[in-house]
């Protein structure tokens, strides 16, 4: 019998910590393994890189990635918590959302992602992943919104400067 599981879509941004929190909970609700997935591609995307294949360089951004993957679950759930089984994946694909759908392929697991960045241009530009998971998933799919304390950190996530507000001193 197929083992439970609770796969989530992480890339470090604060949305998918949220998200990333969710599924822990999902999967010691449910006594499921918890399988975080982080895609990644070769900087430049793949045509590129078969172009002008290096290998030691890939190598260098599949670490990377998985660096990536650590410091998330760091920053969400304190390390790897005990009593939680892990099972972490990274995955080279250009489309994150068909990574996290074939991870994801039993119809008893669970599927979380995040609806990331809210506005009209995130949205026609970044909100594909979570749109893509709930079309075509197999299994049930959980999409998180960003809460009111992450929306203006992932608003501000793209390396646009804060807008200048007074600071208000609270006695």
Sequence with gaps: M?????????????SSLAALRRAAEE????DAVLVPVLAWHPVGGEIAYRNHPCPPLLQQWRQAACDRLDAALGEALGGFPSGL???RQVVRAERPGQALVAVADRPSDLLVVSTGRQGRLARLFH???????????????????PSAVTAPVERNA??????????????
């Design 85 to 87: 089984r892990i099972e």
């Design 127 to 145: 909100g594909g992943v979570s749109r893509y998971c709930l079309a075509h998933a197999r299994c049930t799919v959980v999409a998180v919104a």
């Design 158 to 171: 793209g390396g646009a400067l804060p807008r200048r507000t007074a600071l208000r001193t609270v006695a």
């Design 2 to 14: 197929a083992e439970n599981r609770v796969v989530v879509g992480v890339n470090g941004s604060p």
């Design 27 to 30: 999967a010691r609700l449910r």
